[in-house]
């Protein structure tokens, strides 16, 4: 649980009778929350390492913690709650997250801050551990709807300017909202529900009904909204811009901060859609830029002089190049800074040179406002394949004079500007290219996670927890539809088909180093022929270092569990399991393992016994035990095991092939002291009589 509970740290619970803190106790210590109980309270509970008194009066308690904490999980009337917190709160995004549990723990209301706050993501995980029913009000969740102002939150996006809460009521209206994106991950437009108020196809406007009502720009611009417009806007900023700087030595943190503000400003760019600053390698302790990087908190990417030089630019200087080895550091920088892939792509990004730019040339850039992104629409479908470096005034004029600028300028948005300060020391030059894919600033996760044999009664609260948790969940298409009634809105979910095991662990791993926290569900035990090891196997094929990105694997009931529990207890002795798919392994090994088990009478559970095409293996198999077990072996056949076919059948080993098996069957073998009593099957503890 500690990748799921990471987000919201610092946690605070607070109980004020003996029932609650029972209630909260085992749960704060899954969270690594402090529990806050008060002295009345502190004989009667178990003090543990998590659990702290408080003596004050609850409601001075509060103000004292207030700032503290991150989220603050109450057992107590939501009533008292309300009116403990009221003079406490100041506005959704520095208030914490507020969630209110009831003694007997069958709700958890997510009370403030639910989006920005996450009071609504943690209720959901706290319901899932309660086994409790999560009660959120927020209207997009009730839609089945991400909340617009969380929306770009898993990709790291910024929020820009806009009328957030009336955007929010328009969606909660079901009216239309337009949807302007031009750069960033479209992944969340692909798994909304099929009722939904976005649109995303606005090429035939006005031509087109209902009318919108709102709109959502997903920009690096900075749009100016127009005056007279009634139509309420919000901004999104993908994090896809890079900052190419060169300095001199000592130039100050403030002069870096101005110039890159004004060159934003001035090119109508958002500065929340900067990913990071790029520079030249021996620029990495400058401390003006290593401190404005820290400030602001984005990465510092820097190339070396020969890398850089390799870069070709529209304003190579030789004076620059005498003295640091490169003709580029702005310029080039920010061009490489754009391309490394430390988050490794995924094939529906908008991309630019698909997306939606061609035909800026026609339109003044600087003066971008909403009808201007109309006729870029229409431009975009008159004019194909247009450069972007064409959209800033120097390489523009520079491809008039017919310069051949390579390919790997392309993605130049802002050429070289100088940059002084009266009165500060130091001189910089400052560029800006537009990456591909937006850098997320996030760590991904993989969440490993069994989903135990079907129901969802057998699955582990921890498991649940984490499949509710996640931004994406990736499966094979039965076991996601298994697992439906655990899913939220906004979550990503792709379902595969079930030969695609390999490709389902590198989607998951692709969109873990994009920085998203992806499920990986698999029936069972993730960890048993299940998809644990082939995330894991292809982790370690690609280098991975152990950390990024992080991962937890959740443990379920296999099927072997599962089987043997619907007959008694044949597992009682050693036991082994061995499955009869011969796709990844040697039958010769299979047949070596199935000659051990029965000679070393293990009890043995076999996987994988039978599909359409493998039919033999398991005529095999029971050939080979007949040489070292009598006929009257017993033997349990449980097919779909706590699912809606189940079906059971006590058999002997003499007898098993008469029994339909399909693939989605178990077969548990006894051992020699196995006996049947009763329709139970139970193998003896021990030998000995
Ligand atoms: N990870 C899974 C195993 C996946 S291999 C686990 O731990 O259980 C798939 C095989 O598991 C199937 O061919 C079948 O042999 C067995 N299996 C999976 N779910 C089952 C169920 N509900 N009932 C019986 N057998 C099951």
Known sequence: MNLICQEFQPIAA???????ANLLQPICQTLGATLWIPESCQKIVNLSLNTQVYTDSLKNHLVNIWQEYNAIIFCLASGAVVRLISPLLQDKYRDPAVVVVDEAGKFVISLCSGHQGGADKLSNVLSRLLNATPVITGASHNLGLPGIDILGKPFGWQRGEGNWNQVSAVVA?????????????????????????FDFDFSEIGERSPTPKARIWISFAHRQFLPDSDLPEVQWHPRVLWVGVGCERGTSKKLIATGIEEIFRAHHLAAGAIAGIATINIKADEIGLVEFCQERNLPLRTFSGELLNCVEVPNPSNIVAVEVGTSSVAEAAAILGARQEQNEPEKDFHGWQDADFDGWQDTDFHGYTDDSFFQIQKGKKQQQNTDIHRYTDDSFSLLQQGENILKSSTNLLVSKQIFRLEGEPGAMTIAVALAETEYTGRTGKLLLIGTGPGKLNQMTSAAKTAVSYADVVIGYSLYIDLIQPLFNPGQIVEKMPITQERQRAERAIELANFGLTVAVVSSGDCGIYGMAGLVLEQLRAKGWDGKIPAVEVFPGVSALQSAASRVGAPLMHDFCAISLSDLLTPWEVIEKRLIAAAMADFVVAIYNPKSQNRTEQLV????????????ENPVAIVRSAYRENEDVTLTSLGELLEVSVDMLTVILIGNQSTGIYNNWMITPRGYLG
């Open 173 to 197: 209206r079901g009216e239309t909202v337009q949807v302007l994106q031009e750069v960033g991950s479209t992944l969340w437009q692909q798994h909304l529900p099929e009722q939904h108020p």
């Open 620 to 631: 095999k198999a029971v050939n080979i035990f007949l040489e070292y077990r009598q006929p």
């Open 14 to 20: 607070i109980a004020t009778t003996p029932t609650a």
